[in-house]
Structures are given as structure tokens and as C-alpha cells.
């Protein structure tokens, strides 16, 4: 699928689909898949740190990183399953739950795995400044947040 002006049109012998047969996933529709995303990874990440580390885990006053585990639990293990969702399922969990798919904004097509992780990373970039980058996607007329942006995709949902 090609994306052209707001229009996805398919390649290799299939159908165009027209603008009236998707629309770019929103700001608060987003917001409320990222709750669901966050819930879900609370619900594997908290029992393990808690396991590992014991309650005294959530002390103010000790480190950022507490060791070796917590970096692999609460870094890496959700960088992964996030990033692997995107490419086998073209969504986490909660936009899934709201039917929306990230697709490359030009292609139409299934994202690439350096799509992925440029986007992945890239959620760090937009939330630094007050958020303002994720924030974008209310404003932009394609609903691209800076992560979007920077790795050349669009979230969308079939009307």
C-alpha cells in the first residue's frame, strides 16, 4: 500500500482503499491505548521487581537502576515486547484493543524493524520537552507524534 495526500493506495494488484476507509488514530484515543499498554506491563513488571528486589524496591531514596535484574525487567523486557508486537502485530496491546495499526506513512505496509526501534527511541526524545513531542499528535493533521515523525510511520484505524 501506498500512502499518498491522506490516501492508501495498494500495491501489488489489491484494491485501493480510500480515505474513507481509515482515519489517522487520534490523540485521546491514543492516551487511552497507552493506559491499557501501561497496565498491562504493570502487571508483569511489578510482581518480578517485587520478587528480585523485595518491597523495599519502591524506597525513594535508592537508585535509579537497582542492579543488573532491574534493568532487564523494567528496561529491556518492555523495550522488546513492545518493539515485537509492533512487527509481528502492527500493535501493542491497547491499540489493538481500539483497533488501530502502525504502518509505514509512506508504504501503507507493515513497519521495518529500524522503523521500530527509531520509533521506540524516539518516544524518549518527544516526551522530553514537557512532553511536547507526543503532545503533536493532537495538532498534527496526520496524527503523528515526533516519534511517528522520526521513524516514518502513522497510526490508523479502519473505519
Request: charged share 15%.
Amino acid at each position: 500500500m501506498v500512502i499518498y495526500c491522506g490516501q492508501i493506495t495498494a500495491t501489488q494488484g489489491a484494491a485501493p482503499m480510500n480515505a474513507d476507509d481509515y482515519e489517522y488514530a487520534g490523540f485521546w484515543i491514543r492516551v487511552w491505548a497507552s493506559i491499557i499498554d501501561t497496565a498491562l506491563l504493570m502487571l508483569v513488571i511489578f510482581p518480578l521487581v517485587v520478587t528480585v528486589y523485595g518491597w523495599n524496591y519502591f524506597d525513594t531514596d535508592a537508585a535509579f537502576i537497582r542492579g543488573p535484574a532491574d534493568f532487564l525487567i523494567s528496561w529491556l523486557m518492555p523495550a522488546a515486547a513492545v518493539v515485537l508486537f509492533w512487527l509481528y502485530r502492527r500493535a501493542t496491546p491497547g491499540k489493538m484493543a481500539i483497533d488501530a495499526t502502525i504502518v509505514d506513512a509512506t508504504t501503507g505496509a507493515a513497519i521495518t524493524p529500524r522503523q521500530a526501534l527509531i520509533r521506540y527511541l524516539g518516544y524518549f526524545v518527544a516526551g522530553l520537552p514537557l512532553a511536547l513531542g507526543l503532545i503533536w499528535v493532537a495538532f498534527d493533521p496526520r496524527k503523528q507524534g515526533w516519534h511517528d515523525k522520526m521513524a516514518g510511520t502513522v497510526v490508523i484505524r479502519l473505519r
